[in-house]
């Protein structure tokens, strides 16, 4: 019986003794300061195993600015490792720097120390609540600030320039009745032949070609004004045969890619939408019309 009570005193002993040589020191490089002033944390942890200070963004009433990389060092009964944190305080005060414990279990944690953050000298502030923090700063260059006009006045000019031939294309396009057949196949071999020749923008044809179907069916007795393109192809559907629908349906979808998800055709596919829509305009005419036709 006293040598188990021996053994266990023992191991208590060295227990307690572990304990008390694993722990985390705290040395900060200055106690007293100004608000915004850096103050640099030495972070010593000596322990039988590699690990690191538990930090977070704040440590009581100071903010964490900035943590180093952790230095280890081997030595006989473990390691001992190192890291410099940089904190401060924007307020002013007599604050107490909380312990601060190790990631591992049975690590002491450091012991809470005090640092005074003095008011700023009336003197040095300029206005109500203008605080100087005292970190080293170099004059800025220029080149950047200077870059930086550059590249927004080009992209002004861009932003212009696209306003400008939005406002041409709007101004190209010709949203005019037709009452006739013949009125309304010349405005298609107009279209056409700019198409063709490139004299009229992307989105000023779509819109063109866009208007000319509504017009075609506007003229064989139907009220598109307030119709979608699906609207306006469901209720023409009697009048165009299967062949016909498709073709039609593709213009409409080219039209509505151009006009709202700036899609950009080719210029043959484009022409053959074109091309589709004024042979099937002059077959709807000729059904409606035989006598005119022949």
Not at 133 to 150: D, H, I, N
Not at 202 to 212: D, F, I, W
Not at 251 to 277: E, G, H, N, R
């Amino acid at each position: 019986m006293p040598l188990l009570q021996k053994t266990c005193c023992f191991l208590l002993l060295m227990g307690a003794c572990l304990y008390a040589s694993a722990q985390v020191t705290v040395q900060p490089d200055k106690k007293q300061a100004v608000p915004g002033e850096a103050i640099t944390l030495t972070i010593g942890i000596h322990a039988t195993k590699k690990t690191e200070a538990s930090l977070g963004d704040t440590l009581g009433k100071f903010e964490v600015l900035k943590k180093s990389q952790v230095s280890y060092q081997q030595i006989s009964d473990g390691f001992n490792s190192t890291q410099q944190v940089t904190i401060t305080s924007f307020d002013s005060g007599k604050f107490v720097l909380p312990p601060i414990h190790a990631m591992a279990t049975g690590i002491a944690p450091s012991k809470a120390d005090t640092i005074v953050i003095s008011r700023m000298p009336a003197d040095s502030l300029k206005g109500y609540s203008d605080i100087k923090t005292r970190f080293a700063s170099k004059a800025l260059p220029q080149w950047p600030f200077r870059l930086g006009l550059l590249l927004l006045a080009i992209v002004s000019g861009y932003m212009l320039w696209r306003l400008v031939t939005k406002e041409k294309a709007s101004k190209s396009l010709k949203p005019v009745r037709l009452s006739t057949p013949e009125n309304w196949q010349k405005q298609m071999a107009a279209l056409q032949q700019e198409w063709k020749g490139r004299q009229i923008m992307t989105q000023a044809a779509a819109g063109q070609l866009m208007l000319l179907i509504r017009e075609l069916f506007s003229i064989m007795g139907m009220q598109t004004d307030s119709l979608t393109g699906e609207e306006l192809l469901q209720q023409s559907q009697t009048m165009l045969t299967q062949k016909q629908q498709e073709q039609m349906h593709n213009s409409v979808a080219l039209c509505y890619a151009m006009l709202f998800a700036k899609f950009t055709p080719t210029q043959d596919d484009l022409l053959q939408c074109i091309v589709q829509t004024e042979q099937t305009g002059i077959a709807l005419f000729s059904q409606s019309n035989p006598e005119a036709s022949a």
